[in-house]
């Protein structure tokens, strides 16, 4: 029992040592500062968005205080409508993962709904089309991937949430999937994998909305996401 | 082997693990004074970013209370429900607001682009806001 609480307490010792040992002081600075600058970003991102709410507040009040401004409203339902004529959308399989062959569909874009700080959540249901998994894969793990075509050629359902932000006259909708989740329960177990795959390859790049308007010089100057709407106010 | 030789052999191992770590870093760095000083400094940053975590856990908690204070606001000025529609102060000249059918969105995925028009009624008043309820369509070029 002594000898092996010794044991123990080497054991944590030398465990110590190397942790220590590990502790680059370059690499903690490195992760220490791009942890700064994640926060300091987020934390100006809080300050505006709190900033823009206080004054759409206060123009809806006093509505001189808007000036000669004017603002296009955009209901979730609005939204979904626009959505469901931009679908099915049909990606290839390479957009999801390289080795993968045939097409995705996005069939449709349902469940909007406005988020504080500038966002949406929404739900795309997604299906396979004759796809196929063209890595190499070793005898053994065939079935799974079977497995997994199937369950994509069944499609899928995938909660995203989008962050809008406004960029000069344009609006960019960068989507971040949160989960998914496959129809069929072969794809039990592949659920983080897809979630992975869809933020780092099909929504990696953001949609760009340009909102120029045809015929005038008018340009957006505020977007604002309450529970209500999609706002763009604009200076004629 | 008997345990205090195998005490002495684990002893043995963690001075060499810990002269090697050191004859590590050293090579890494010879001016150990030089990795002082940035440990005071990560101790610092360290410290702020706690700061930081617990101002931003402050802040997150402000921008629900702003997200749901708006919305009653828009809810309170008659302007919660809109669907797709224009609005501008009622005592300022309706300028800017686009003409019915006039592009005022455009989308350009990978493979097909997209153009969003809308049909606007006539403004009537709604509280202190002139409001055009319109008729969103999205048409594929």
């Not at chain 1, 679908?87 to 469940?111: C, N, Q």
């Not at chain 2, 669907?83 to 000249?93: E, K, L, V």
Request: glycine share 6%; hydrophobic share 40%; aromatic share 6%.
């Amino acid at each position: 029992m002594r000898a092996a609480s010794r044991w123990s307490a080497m054991g944590l010792v030398a465990w110590t040592g190397l942790m220590g040992c590990a502790s680059d002081p370059r690499a903690r600075m490195m992760a220490l500062e791009q942890e700064n600058a994640r926060l300091t970003q987020a934390t100006q991102a809080a300050d505006e968005a709190v900033r823009a709410s206080a004054e759409y507040s206060e123009e809806l009040q006093s509505p001189a205080k808007a000036g000669n401004t004017f603002s296009l409203y955009y209901a979730p339902a609005t939204l979904e409508q626009a959505a469901s004529r931009m679908v099915p959308y049909r990606m290839p399989g390479r957009d999801f993962h390289s080795k993968l062959a045939g097409d995705i569909v996005v069939e449709r874009l349902t469940d909007f709904r406005p988020l504080s700080r500038n966002r949406l959540a929404c739900r795309a249901h997604l299906r396979g089309d004759n796809v196929r998994y063209t890595g190499k894969v070793p005898s053994f793990a065939k079935g799974q991937v079977r497995d997994f075509e199937r369950a994509v050629a069944a499609g899928a359902v995938a909660d995203l949430e989008v962050q809008l932000t406004l960029e000069g006259s344009s609006v960019q909708a960068r989507a971040q999937a949160v989960q998914a989740r496959f129809n069929s329960k072969e794809g039990a177990g592949y659920e983080r994998q897809l979630t992975d795959e869809m933020n780092q390859r099909a929504l990696r790049l953001p949609l760009v909305f340009d909102l120029s308007i045809q015929g005038t010089s008018a340009t957006p100057r505020r977007l604002m996401v309450t529970g209500n709407h999609v706002i763009v106010t604009y200076t004629p | 082997m008997n345990i205090s030789s195998r005490g002495g052999l684990a002893a043995l191992c963690v001075l060499l693990a810990t002269v090697g770590c050191a004859s590590r870093s050293a090579g890494r760095n010879p001016n150990m004074a030089s990795d002082a000083s940035m440990e005071k400094r990560a101790d610092a940053l360290e410290e702020r970013n706690q700061q930081l975590r617990e101002e931003l856990r402050r802040k997150e908690a402000e921008v629900e209370q702003s997200f749901a204070a708006v919305t009653r606001a828009e809810d309170a000025a008659q302007l919660g429900s809109l669907g797709c529609a224009g609005a501008t102060p009622s005592a300022s000249p309706a300028r800017g607001l686009p003409r019915s059918g006039a592009v005022h969105a455009k989308l350009a995925l990978q493979r097909q682009s997209y153009r969003v028009t809308t049909s606007f009624t006539p403004a009537r008043t709604v509280g202190t806001w002139k409001v055009s309820q319109g008729t969103c369509q999205v048409a594929s070029p």
